[in-house]
């Protein structure tokens, strides 16, 4: 099939074409990636049935359990850790309303953990027919629970780390407990529950003007960017307000 737009230049195709060799190319790597991502042995087994803190169907804080995160017949558990409270250098303004807003600036929600829920909270609904997606934060459960309906987030599942070492085991934290950005996806085999994935991404050497890049590969914002001419830009972070 041949492509052409309406007032397209012959210099604007020859471009364009050899663009689209350079993503056939970037399509076969991902694959290769995700198939050699898959392919990964189980990890080590999870030192401890974790106990975080979530509402229970009344609304009344309860311990859950990290076995408990597994639904009948999903045996694939994906722990977000949301940086609440955020970096102690980030002084993006804090938010603008809200119980959220009361907090002193160095308590508030990392802007771009917030900037990335917002778009899982859409793809959450969806993704529980598959697998199990939680997020997790040091912050107190009562600060999370109300940050999160303060955002509007209807389906992202919420729970403390505070009273656990997750944090600390799975490189939530650093040794000085400042938290950390990361993604750890764990599987369940026989009825023991192993570490599978981490966006270690996020703690190797990044080229010049790439950041981490360690969770781009489920953010839309940044792809979304990747398809413009302007791009990501450089020095431009979310905010929690505009």
Not at 50 to 61: E, I, L, Q, S, T
Not at 63 to 83: C, H, N, Q, W
Request: hydrophobic share 35%.
């Amino acid at each position: 099939m041949k492509i052409a737009y309406p007032g397209e230049s012959d210099e604007y195709r020859l471009a364009r074409n050899r663009l689209l060799e350079q993503e056939l190319a970037l399509r076969r790597m991902m694959e290769a990636v995700a198939e050699a991502r898959r392919a990964l042995p189980p990890g080590g087994l999870v030192p401890e049935d974790y106990a975080f803190d979530g509402a229970g169907p009344d609304g009344h804080a309860t311990k859950v359990r990290m076995s408990e995160l597994f639904a009948p017949g999903r045996d694939t558990l994906i722990l977000y850790s949301f940086m609440f409270p955020r970096h102690p250098q980030d002084e993006r303004p804090k938010a603008a309303h809200g119980e959220t807003a009361r907090l002193p600036l160095v308590e508030n929600p990392c802007p771009s953990c917030t900037a990335l829920l917002d778009q899982l909270d859409g793809a959450a609904e969806h993704a529980g027919r598959h697998i199990n997606l939680v997020v997790v934060a040091k912050t107190s459960l009562p600060r999370l629970l109300t940050f999160g309906r303060e955002r509007g987030w209807r389906h992202l599942r919420l729970l403390s780390s505070a009273a656990n070492a997750y944090n600390r085991d799975y490189h939530g934290e650093t040794e000085n407990g400042d938290q950390l950005p990361s993604l750890n996806v764990f599987v369940r085999r026989n009825g023991k529950i192993h570490h599978f994935f981490h966006s270690e991404l996020l703690f190797a050497p990044a080229e010049r003007g790439q950041d981490g890049r360690h969770v781009d590969m489920i953010w839309p914002l940044w792809n979304l960017f990747d398809v413009t001419p302007e791009g990501r830009g450089t020095g431009w972070y979310p905010r929690l307000r505009y």
